[in-house]
């Protein structure tokens, strides 16, 4: 397989699906990650409290450790991102480039507007790919359940999974 994870922040993979993308890098498969936003976080009496260099450093250092490619678009800042036909359009010619195959993305069913956003442009991106799983990152209520229906055996990888 060639898997792409789609996520909002250079967290989203790791909180989410660490374990599995782990598992497949492990298993052989080629394993991709894009962010769509800047990650940055700001305070609103303006502290910084993640600048770009840091959210990058660790996003190569969770790739490394779990075996995957892993790509910022960097097409907002954190918090601004909205569906739009460019950042479609950017997303399918990454997945058309690669060849994907299967797509792992938030699910549309959460409480963060970025997350919300993420699953609908990377969805209507994968318009010719055959495999498209959602997975959840934030537990915060919703008033649609999440109902995972496909697992991955993350066993002895938990450990790998919380370093990432």
Partial sequence: ????????????????????????????????????TDSTWTGPDGTQFR????????????????????TSLNLCPCFELRYSDDKVIKLL???????????????????????RATSEIAINAARFVPRVLLTRVSWNTYPTKFQPNYFVDITGLLETKSKA
């Fill in 1 to 36: 397989m060639n898997i792409l994870f789609v996520g909002a922040h250079h967290d989203d993979l790791e909180v989410s699906a660490g374990g599995s993308v782990y598992r497949w890098a492990k298993d052989g498969h080629k394993v991709h990650s894009v962010i769509l």
């Fill in 51 to 70: 600048s770009n260099d840091l959210v990058e450093a660790y996003a190569q250092k969770a790739a490394c450790g779990l075996g995957y490619t892993h």
């Fill in 93 to 115: 010619q990454f997945i058309t480039e690669r060849d994907i195959d299967t797509i792992v993305t938030l699910t549309p069913n959460d409480a963060h507007p970025d997350h």
